[in-house]
């Protein structure tokens, strides 16, 4: 069994998070996860899986030149990181912005789940997009 980690332990990991998107490390964002962990934005399906995630948030990354994870409040409910955070991005060379909470359980010192909440229209309507670009909510 994992061995659980101090609630600063958490907050460190999570601004290693943020920092690994800000670099645009797909990979390093992907390792973070258990082997079986999940990536749920709440609107689409979850992304089950180490390897899944990297194809998600990679596949994300291909028109992404930039983005960083604007954290406002990071704390430690019940165990589990709650984060308000802001994203701002340049996409296909369109700055946009959209506001978001996220939830991460760890186990041991990797993400277990992380759970993602915000306007999924606003967006996309961010990303100058007309249609999503995940797949699997169709």
């Given at each position: 069994m994992?061995?659980?980690l101090s609630d600063a332990e958490k907050i460190a990991l999570t601004h290693e998070m943020a920092q690994a998107w800000h670099t645009l490390d797909w990979r390093k964002v992907a390792d973070m996860f258990t082997p079986d962990g999940v990536l749920?934005?709440?609107?689409?399906?979850?992304?089950?899986?180490r390897e899944a995630v990297y194809k998600r948030v990679s596949g994300l990354g291909d028109g992404?030149?930039?983005?960083?994870?604007?954290?406002h409040h990071v704390g430690v409910i019940d165990g589990n990181i709650y984060m308000e955070r802001t994203d701002r991005f340049v996409y296909r060379g369109k700055d946009g912005w959209t506001p978001v909470v996220g939830v991460l359980e760890f186990e041991g010192s990797l993400i277990k789940v992380w759970r993602e909440?915000?306007?999924?229209?606003?967006?996309?309507?961010a990303m100058g997009l007309t249609e999503d670009f995940d797949q699997s909510t169709r």
């Open positions: 994992a061995q659980a749920h934005s709440m609107m689409v399906d979850p992304v089950v899986g992404l030149e930039s983005i960083t994870l604007d954290l909440y915000y306007d999924r229209h606003h967006l996309l309507s």
